[in-house]
């Protein structure tokens, strides 16, 4: 008699029905929301309506900017946008970082899960401790993969079902982090760029690169108020300093003189030593004079910065910092100069070369202000003539303006 004939096993139920439609958004929908915190709260709102019990997301997401040392985003149930959070370098040695089990996973950890319900809990961490005061019963947290070498992404879970996730809904989730980790590495690669841009090159000159105008010699003539300071008797200052003291001067008066620009419009070209090349860009023949006036209210808070950040060098023992702005007004032309294999996105023009001769005579005269005449007449009174002087490289003298109060600090200006 033969052998009766076995039962073939069913096939396995999918790991969830709504794998496919969410590697399919993932994959073709999901780029192009309009920021992360949209695409990832549409991702989670599509996961809770395909079943899966998440009452609690969060991502973070390793930067390689300067002043950033993550980006976190939170998303509860009900949210359609996940919150975004931006963490400084100074939180990778905090305990909200050291104890927390993001850092396991930066260290190598390939996932950490805790049941967070129940008397026998390991509550190992304090942010497990939060999540049961948030009545939360399950937790799981998962490294996404990264490019260009960066420790790696982070996305977690967390349920207030009781009993927490199943086995089911864990291989859900965990199946959908690779395409997760393909598309979110992508956007945020993206944007990152566009910040590191805007960081070393300026906020126009970084999206004029992204929109691809990178070619050597792709200039163009704009009008532009231009703002070129210098930082006096740096060398005597400097000398015995150690070289991190130098830097930590550096930045502090960086900020005091960069901070208004941006704040008022202005875009910060480039540091040039101890220098600084800003511009104020003239949209049209009627924008003339708000360009002059607000690249001057710049220049006067950069003024009144440093005198506070005078006070309290002086409270430390150390001398105070000396500055020279000056202003003009003109033509230059704006993109792409260099050599082959190495450009800079900057002005260039005779306009250029007179507001660096103008600040050059801050020194001379003594004055931490000084403009050309033709950038004082926008701004009526506000600003009073100190005569006629003459400008290295310029053939006729040039009438030079200040502010009212410095002129009253000052022994009378002696004129050409």
Request: aromatic residues 6%; hydrophobic residues 40%.
């Amino acid at each position: 008699m033969g052998r009766p004939p076995q039962a073939i096993p069913a096939p396995p139920a999918p790991v969830i029905d709504c794998a496919d439609p969410v590697v399919e958004w993932l994959l073709t929908e999901a780029p192009a929301r309009p920021s992360t915190g949209a695409m990832l709260g549409e991702f989670c709102a599509r996961l809770v309506a395909a079943g899966l019990p998440i009452a609690r997301m969060a991502v973070g997401t390793r930067t390689l900017h300067p002043q950033l040392f993550a980006i976190g985003f939170l998303w509860r149930r009900g949210d359609s946008v996940a919150e975004e959070t931006q963490r400084g370098h100074d939180i990778s040695g905090s305990s909200l970082y050291l104890d927390s089990p993001l850092k396991a996973i930066h260290d190598g950890a390939p996932e950490i899960r805790r049941r967070i319900e129940g008397a026998d809990a390991v509550l190992d961490y304090p942010i497990l401790r939060d999540l049961k005061q948030d009545r939360m019963t399950d937790y799981l947290l998962l490294p996404l993969r990264s490019s260009g070498g960066k420790r790696p992404n982070t996305f977690s879970v967390a349920t207030d079902r009781p009993g927490g996730f199943t086995e089911r809904d864990l291989a859900a989730i965990r199946r959908l982090m690779p395409v997760l980790s393909l598309v979110l590495d992508i956007k945020e690669t993206r944007r990152m760029a566009g910040m590191l841009l805007e960081v070393y090159l300026g906020r126009n000159a970084g999206r004029r690169v992204l929109e691809g105008r990178v070619k050597r010699g792709d200039v163009e003539s704009i009008a532009a108020a231009l703002w070129y300071c210098d930082l006096r008797s740096f060398t005597t200052i400097s000398e015995g300093m150690s070289p991190h003291d130098v830097v930590l001067l550096l930045n502090d008066y960086f900020d005091c003189m960069s901070g208004p620009v941006h704040r008022n419009g202005g875009e910060v070209l480039k540091f040039i030593g101890d220098g600084i090349l800003a511009i104020f860009p003239v949209k049209d023949d009627l924008d003339r004079d708000r360009a002059c006036t607000t690249a001057l209210k710049a220049a006067q808070e950069s003024l009144a910065d440093l005198g506070l950040l005078n006070e309290r060098r002086r409270a430390e023992t150390k001398p105070p910092l000396e500055v020279g702005i000056a202003l003009h007004i003109g033509s230059v032309m704006y993109g792409n100069v260099g050599a082959a294999d190495r450009l800079d996105f900057t002005v260039t023009g005779p306009a250029v070369n007179l507001v660096s001769r103008i600040e050059s005579l801050c020194r001379d005269l003594g004055y931490s202000l000084l403009t050309s005449e033709r950038f004082a007449s926008p701004c009526g009174s506000t600003l009073r003539s100190i005569g006629l002087h003459r400008l290295r490289g310029v053939a006729a003298p040039l009438e030079i303006f200040t502010l009212p109060e410095l002129i009253d600090r000052q022994p009378a200006a002696v004129n050409a």
